[in-house]
């Protein structure tokens, strides 16, 4: 599975952005796709996580009520809808794939990973 992220750019506090995360080669039918952020001198942190159906979704608390994942199987492709963006969501965005649904908020279970996509928010 090869996984091209885009979408990432510059934005102001409050500001929206929609990554996407495009995935080619091989589908896993009962796998989830996941974004994670990691900052400067941070660890990898989960963001957000979708099951191949769509059929369950999961989210930081960080960024409850104000990011939206969703995928359309017909265009390989999985998004990340971010709004009222606040300058702590500053990060390099990563999108990957974890074949155990069960563990897609450990970034050190996914198999597959994208190259990654700057978001910066300016206050």
């Known amino acids: 599975v090869q996984l091209q992220a885009s979408g990432g750019g510059l934005v102001q506090a409050g500001g929206s952005l929609r990554l996407s995360c495009a995935a080619s080669g091989r589908t896993f039918s009962r796998s989830a796709t996941g974004w994670f952020r990691q900052a400067p001198g941070k660890d990898r942190e989960f963001v957000s996580a979708?099951?191949?159906?769509?059929?369950?979704?999961s989210y930081a608390d960080s960024v409850k009520g104000r990011f939206t994942i969703s995928r359309d199987n017909a265009k390989n492709a999985v998004y990340l809808q971010m709004s009222s963006l606040r300058p702590e969501d500053t990060a390099v965005y990563y999108c990957g794939v974890v074949l155990s649904v069960y563990r897609w908020r450990d970034a050190s279970k996914y198999e597959f990973w994208g190259q990654g996509t700057q978001v910066t928010v300016s206050s």
């Open positions: 979708i099951t191949w159906t769509g059929g369950s979704t």
